[in-house]
T-cell receptor, first 113, second 113 residues
Framework: NAGVTQTPKFRVLKTGQSMTLLCAQD?????MYWYRQDPGMGLRLIHY???????AKGEVPDGYNVSRLKKQNFLLGLESAAPSQTSVYFC????????????FGPGTRLTVT | EDKVVQSPLSLVVHEGDTVTLNCSYE??????LLWYKQEKKAPTFLFML????IEKKSGRLSSILDKKELFSILNITATQTGDSAIYLC?????????????FGAGTRLTVKP
């Protein structure tokens, strides 16, 4: 099992460009999450999904969109990147809503110039 | 506004020292307090605390929750260089239509040989 994988690992964007971050899990988990981590801010939930075809907003959803067309994949999109979106993005998945069961991916470091 | 505050923000100790990391929270719909260890990449789960006064222990690590005073501590005894990491605490909120987690900014622990 690969667990939770994220693509790409690093990316540099210019302001206004768009991109999609891919999260994949092979554990048949229902729940998937996207977080961002900034210095001094801890992890903040952007969007999450409780099953295929569903998405919901987290604490900081503005400027991001997500899709969960397949159970194993959760995509995070930035339509028009801004420097404030420079961050490390973590995807996580879990079988249930129990937080201790969340498995995190290795992270994607995104820089927007 | 929900808030989770960790202190200190960073800490440098020598091998063999004992450290105490603090986490205070002011959140609505509190359900549990979680501790994670984050080394180079993804956070890994350490403890989940739901009841006051009951210590959870795993090797040299232990943690306790005080729901009256709204804080938790994480103790590490006989520290080793491998304990060097960022330690995150998070409040798990049980909401009507979803669940959510609020993370603190983390404590960066450095253990010197």
């Amino acid at each position: 099992n690969a667990g939770v994988t994220q693509t790409p690992k690093f990316r540099v964007l210019k302001t206004g460009q768009s991109m999609t971050l891919l999260c994949a899990q092979d554990m048949n988990h229902e729940y998937m999450y996207w977080y961002r981590q900034d210095p001094g801010m801890g992890l903040r939930l952007i969007h999450y999904s409780v099953g295929e075809g569903t998405t919901a907003k987290g604490e900081v959803p503005d400027g991001y969109n997500v899709s969960r067309l397949k159970k194993q994949n959760f995509l995070l999109g930035l339509e028009s990147a801004a420097p404030s979106q420079t961050s490390v993005y973590f995807c996580a998945s879990s079988y249930s809503s129990a937080p201790y069961e969340q498995y995190f991916g290795p992270g994607t470091r995104l820089t927007v110039t | 506004e929900d808030k989770v505050v960790q202190s200190p923000l960073s800490l440098v100790v020598h091998e063999g020292d004992t450290v105490t990391l603090n986490c205070s929270y002011e959140v609505t719909n509190f359900r549990s307090l979680l501790w994670y260890k984050q080394e180079k990449k993804a956070p890994t789960f350490l403890f989940m605390l739901t009841s006051s006064g009951i210590e959870k222990k795993s090797g040299r690590l232990s943690s306790i929750l005080d729901k009256k005073e709204l804080f938790s501590i994480l103790n590490i005894t006989a520290t080793q260089t491998g304990d060097s990491a960022i330690y995150l605490c998070a409040a798990f909120l049980l909401l009507l239509n979803n669940n959510d987690m609020r993370f603190g900014a983390g404590t960066r622990l450095t253990v010197k040989p």
